[in-house]
């Protein structure tokens, strides 16, 4: 059973900052601790459909959205089975539930069919 935990959400102001971790538990169908690969970072604002922000591949390939490029960044760190996405810059048109998705495969993935796992959510409000 693989569990998928988003942290860091909150309410800031316009122009601040925050980073969401994503934390990945759990082990695979063969017994082993199941190790973060292919990771995407998601966003689904009220009355709006869900996003792919960033996404990761699990050898350190990246893509991002146009709208958050120079301001986000995602990262990830193996040691502790974690993914971030540092915020800079932010604006009341990122306000959304964020949701961190993981794949199997170590491959970056941009579609939300191609990822098998993901997180509850965490919301993030920016206030002008």
């Known amino acids: 059973q693989v569990h998928l935990a988003e942290s860091g959400g909150g309410l800031v102001q316009a122009g601040g900052s925050l980073t969401l971790t994503c934390t990945a538990s759990g082990t695979t169908p063969y017994g082993r601790t199941f190790q973060i690969n292919g990771v995407g970072w998601y966003r689904q604002a009220p009355g709006k459909q869900r996003e792919l922000v960033a996404a990761?591949?699990?050898?350190?390939?990246?893509n991002y959205v146009d709208s958050v490029k120079g301001r986000f960044t995602i990262s990830r760190d193996n040691a502790r089975n974690t993914i971030d996405l540092q915020m800079n810059n932010l604006g009341p048109g990122d306000t959304a539930v964020y949701y961190c998705?993981?794949?199997?495969?170590?491959?970056?993935?941009?579609?939300?069919?191609?990822?098998?796992?993901w997180g509850q959510g965490t919301q993030v409000t920016v206030s002008s």
């Open positions: 998705a993981a794949r199997r495969s170590t491959i970056l993935a941009t579609a939300e069919n191609e990822y098998h796992f």
């Open positions: 990761i591949s699990g050898r350190g390939t990246i």
